[in-house]
T-cell receptor, first 112, second 115 residues
Framework: AQSVTQPDIHITVSEGASLELRCNYS??????LFWYVQSPGQGLQLLLK??????LVQGIKGFEAEFKRSQSSFNLRKPSVHWSDAAEYFC??????????FGAGTTVTVRA | DADVTQTPRNRITKTGKRIMLECSQT?????MYWYRQDPGLGLRLIYY???????NKGEISDGYSVSRQAQAKFSLSLESAIPNQTALYFC??????????????FGPGTRLLVL
């Protein structure tokens, strides 16, 4: 079965600074990888996804993620954080059975 | 209008009560899912349905049951609610027929408090 680890429970970043959220997965084959964002009091919104092809994936809101098979990682990045990026971020891995396994989430706080 | 809706959005109930959470979708997707979210644990799959006649248990199905009344409707029931079922519950949908069929789209969530 697949699994996901998000090593950072909470990250604080200054507005305008860069952000990187870590995600490591465990799965025997090529995974399907996702990043979702949950703003306070909201549902989950898909930021980006990787299925195949180019390992650098562009998403919404200026986010990108890079799939590194050798490191079993799918880290999320944003060059310049806005106050509205304060949220909880979830990495998820999908397998051929179309079920998703989620990480525990990383909470991002943006300070002025 | 939202593609995936959940009712109610918030609910307080007492231990031992039966409660139903409802999910409706207008996306035309075949697959529907129920998750619960607990702080520090991410989302865990309760049940999933690949079509109206196909219901499957997820990793934490004990104490829950589901009903797929139609392609667009998937309900989650707590037969006898207990306090450790206090959580945020999400419904999601996906469609194998679409490219990237594994992509799941989530409703806004139902916050449940069991006293």
């Amino acid at each position: 079965a697949q699994s996901v680890t998000q090593p950072d429970i909470h990250i604080t970043v200054s507005e305008g600074a860069s952000l990187e959220l870590r995600c490591n997965y465990s799965y025997g084959a090529t995974p399907y990888l996702f990043w979702y964002v949950q703003s306070p009091g909201q549902g989950l919104q898909l930021l980006l996804k990787y299925f195949s092809g180019d390992t650098l994936v562009q998403g919404i809101k200026g986010f990108e993620a890079e799939f590194k098979r050798s490191q079993s990682s799918f880290n999320l990045r944003k060059p310049s954080v806005h106050w509205s990026d304060a949220a909880e971020y979830f990495c998820a891995v999908g397998a051929n059975d179309y079920k998703l396994s989620f990480g525990a989430g990383t909470t991002v706080t943006v300070r002025a | 209008d939202a593609d995936v809706t959940q009712t109610p959005r918030n609910r307080i109930t007492k231990t031992g009560k039966r409660i139903m959470l409802e999910c409706s979708q207008t996306k035309g997707h075949d697959r529907m899912y129920w998750y619960r979210q607990d702080p520090g644990l991410g989302l865990r799959l309760i049940y999933y349905s690949f079509d109206v006649k196909d219901i499957n248990k997820g990793e934490i199905s004990d104490g829950y049951s589901v009903s797929r009344q139609a392609q667009a409707k998937f309900s989650l029931s707590l037969e006898s609610a207990i306090p450790n079922q206090t959580a945020l519950y999400f419904c999601a949908t996906s469609d194998l027929k679409l490219a990237g069929g594994e992509t799941q789209y989530f409703g806004p969530g139902t916050r449940l408090l069991v006293l």
